[in-house]
């Protein structure tokens, strides 16, 4: 992904509808830094051919992501050179926005906020941080730790209970032996731990992780490493 700062943002708008379409590119012309470069009805329709020396950013507009929608963007975020996705949506559910995560969404934004909340995704994503609409906080937590019955069984995307306190020392800048001997584990079992989290959040280094747990709250909750790290009984994945 691109990321001089004088480059310009290139975005790919998704729409159904021709109005939102419409909406969209005039709030993206509107801003000097960022390019409309291509508008469809449907990802499934563009997904194939779409590639990063064209397009930085998919900004996918759907009123509810369904299972197509989430086909598409993994299949767009799988390739080595594609795009990052952003998802526009009205539904705020925990399992839709764990479902576009663990496809590989980048950024995730209610319908609902500002104009300005949308251009702040893209700049935000274009600069390789994960974004979540502000009023989503809570609510991607409960999705993170899989607090919802309903949520899809797969691996990428929930973490259990042992891996939020893993996450949650690697945060606190905790190394990968101080974690076992605080969790009590060794340090093989903590790498291992490590490595499931950065696939499930589809994250590579971290900074990425840092970024990512400041958005869904969890950097307020990690103030006191000793009390997070604290051993807890239950099974654990």
Same mark, same amino acid.
Do not use: W
């Given at each position: 992904m691109?990321?001089?700062?004088?480059k310009?943002?290139?975005?790919?708008v998704?729409s159904s509808?021709?109005?939102?379409?419409?909406?969209?590119?005039?709030?993206?012309?509107?801003?000097?830094?960022i390019?409309?470069v291509?508008e469809?009805?449907?990802?499934t329709?563009?997904?194939?051919t779409?590639?990063?020396?064209?397009?930085d950013?998919v900004?996918l507009?759907?009123? /509810?992501?369904?299972?197509?929608?989430v086909?598409?963007?993994?299949?767009?975020?799988?390739?080595?050179?594609?795009p990052? /996705?952003? /998802?526009?949506?009205?539904?705020?559910?925990?399992?839709?926005?764990?479902?576009?995560?663990?496809?590989?969404?980048?950024?995730?934004?209610?319908k609902?906020?500002s104009p300005?909340?949308?251009?702040?995704?893209?700049?935000?994503v274009?600069?390789?941080h994960?974004?979540?609409?502000?009023?989503?906080?809570?609510?991607?937590?409960?999705?993170?730790i899989?607090?919802?019955?309903?949520?899809p069984?797969?691996?990428?995307?929930?973490?259990?209970?042992?891996?939020?306190?893993?996450?949650?020392?690697?945060?606190?800048?905790f190394t990968?032996?101080?974690?076992?001997?605080?969790?009590?584990?060794?340090?093989?079992?903590?790498?291992?731990?490590?490595?499931?989290?950065?696939?499930?959040?589809?994250?590579?280094?971290?900074?990425?992780? /840092?970024?990512?747990?400041?958005?869904?709250?969890?950097?307020?909750?990690?103030?006191?490493?000793?009390?997070?790290?604290?051993?807890?009984?239950?099974?654990?994945?």
């Amino acid at each position: 992904m691109p990321s001089q700062a004088n480059k310009k943002i290139r975005v790919f708008v998704i729409s159904s509808y021709g109005i939102a379409r419409a909406g969209l590119r005039s709030l993206l012309q509107s801003a000097n830094d960022i390019d409309v470069v291509g508008e469809a009805e449907k990802l499934t329709l563009v997904a194939d051919t779409m590639n990063a020396s064209s397009t930085d950013i998919v900004l996918l507009d759907v009123d /509810v992501p369904n299972p197509a929608d989430v086909r598409a963007i993994a299949g767009v975020t799988a390739k080595a050179s594609g795009p990052r /996705v952003i /998802v526009l949506t009205g539904s705020g559910e925990p399992t839709h926005i764990r479902t576009c995560m663990a496809a590989g969404a980048f950024g995730y934004v209610l319908k609902q906020s500002s104009p300005g909340e949308v251009l702040l995704a893209l700049r935000s994503v274009f600069h390789d941080h994960r974004f979540f609409d502000h009023d989503l906080s809570d609510t991607i937590t409960r999705a993170l730790i899989g607090q919802v019955s309903t949520a899809p069984t797969s691996e990428r995307g929930h973490l259990s209970c042992r891996e939020m306190q893993v996450l949650k020392g690697i945060v606190a800048g905790f190394t990968n032996r101080e974690l076992a001997t605080k969790m009590q584990l060794s340090i093989k079992t903590v790498e291992t731990y490590r490595a499931r989290i950065y696939q499930k959040l589809n994250c590579q280094t971290r900074a990425e992780v /840092v970024h990512y747990a400041s958005a869904v709250g969890l950097l307020a909750s990690a103030d006191d490493p000793t009390e997070v790290l604290r051993v807890t009984t239950g099974n654990y994945i």
